[in-house]
């Protein structure tokens, strides 16, 4: 069966030159040596744990992945492409010999080593669906790219297709959805993964970040309050939230709830904060008594839309990276 491969001609498109004259298709990582020499793909990633024991583990396991994808399942007469930022088209070609190791075919710093022949008419990225433009820029040396072949070919066979003769629905607002969606389960587990104090600390800096003045019960017994929140300084203005947090797999109760609502200042307004989520009678209590209830997925994306107004000792807790999709 024929596979579809992406490749990246370097780090800047500056083998793509190279790669068309010698006919070839090369990646790096050079001190590895020869993959072939390997009998399986851990004893490579001990060598990468050697050789590259300064970078992350994630990244060195993702080298190893690449390098013995590269080496051992790219075929004769697969097809490969690769991308010319310069003119904004892929170039795509067929694989007329299998990987071997050498250092003097191409350029030196990238040994492992595809016969290609190209072809002489090029795809420009435009005439692509947007599906297939945003799957195709994925970050990784090496991939597979089976599921746009056919769309590919077509586009070699008559270049002048628009995408909508492709079959393009314009998924842009499903894909933002997804990014956004995976962006949030992550955090999720992020803040799963502190401790009871990081917790009530980070849900103080979310009530920071909402302009409230915040006092934070120390580590003991607090009576059903870990935080309380005041508008002025003294604590006078209302309104007045006390805050219980919870931290934990299970669930909270509806005496938990009432217990916040028990607890001094009885007047005050009641925010209760379970990443383990409610019970249905904890949330008929909540409902009946007017307490506010956040589980982990709602305290998550009140974190995602506060957390640039945090203090930064709490933003340290949960360091997070802003990234921009089109609107």
Same mark, same amino acid.
């Given at each position: 069966m024929k596979h579809w491969w992406m490749i990246r001609a370097g780090d800047d498109n500056e083998l793509i030159p190279v790669w068309k004259d010698k006919g070839i298709a090369s990646i790096g990582w050079p001190q590895l040596g020869d993959p072939k020499l390997y009998h399986s793909k851990e004893e490579m990633s001990h060598k990468a744990d050697s050789v590259y024991n300064e970078e992350k583990p994630k990244s060195r396991n993702s080298w190893v992945n690449q390098v013995w994808r590269f080496s051992r399942d790219i075929r004769k007469g697969d097809?490969?492409?690769?991308?010319?930022?310069?003119?904004?088209?892929?170039?795509?070609?067929?694989v007329i010999e299998p990987h071997f190791y050498d250092f003097s075919v191409g350029h030196p710093d990238y040994p492992n080593t595809i016969e290609v022949k190209w072809e002489e008419i090029s795809v420009e990225r435009d005439m692509l669906t947007q599906a297939a433009k945003n799957s195709l820029g994925s970050v990784l040396t090496v991939f597979r790219v089976d599921q746009w072949g056919d769309e590919i070919e077509r586009l070699l066979e008559n270049p002048f297709l628009k995408p909508t003769d492709l079959g393009d629905n314009d998924g842009e607002d499903e894909i933002i959805e997804d990014l956004v969606s995976k962006a949030l389960v992550m955090i999720e587990d992020k803040v799963?993964? @502190?401790? &009871?104090? #990081?917790?009530?600390?980070?849900?103080?800096?979310?009530?920071?970040?909402?302009?409230?003045?915040?006092r934070i019960s120390p580590k003991g017994p607090d009576g059903g309050v870990d935080i309380l929140a005041y508008k002025d300084a003294f604590g006078f203005e209302k309104p007045i939230i006390k805050v219980q947090v919870k931290h934990r797999k299970s669930s909270a109760s509806a005496p938990e709830i009432q217990q916040l609502l028990g607890a001094n200042p009885i007047d005050a307004n009641s925010l209760f904060v379970s990443t383990g989520g409610f019970t249905s009678h904890a949330e008929a209590v909540a409902k009946h008594n007017s307490v506010r209830l956040v589980d982990l997925q709602e305290l998550v994306r009140f974190i995602?839309?506060?957390?640039?107004?945090?203090?930064?000792?709490?933003?340290? @807790?949960? &360091?997070? #990276?802003?990234?921009?999709v089109p609107e």
């Open positions: 097809r490969v492409i690769t991308y010319s930022k310069e003119k904004r088209e892929y170039i795509i070609g067929t799963d993964n @502190l401790d &009871p104090w #990081q917790m009530q600390e980070l849900v103080g800096g979310l009530l920071q970040s909402m302009e409230y003045n915040v995602v839309q506060w957390y640039e107004k945090m203090p930064n000792d709490k933003r340290s @807790l949960l &360091p997070l #990276q802003k990234m921009y």
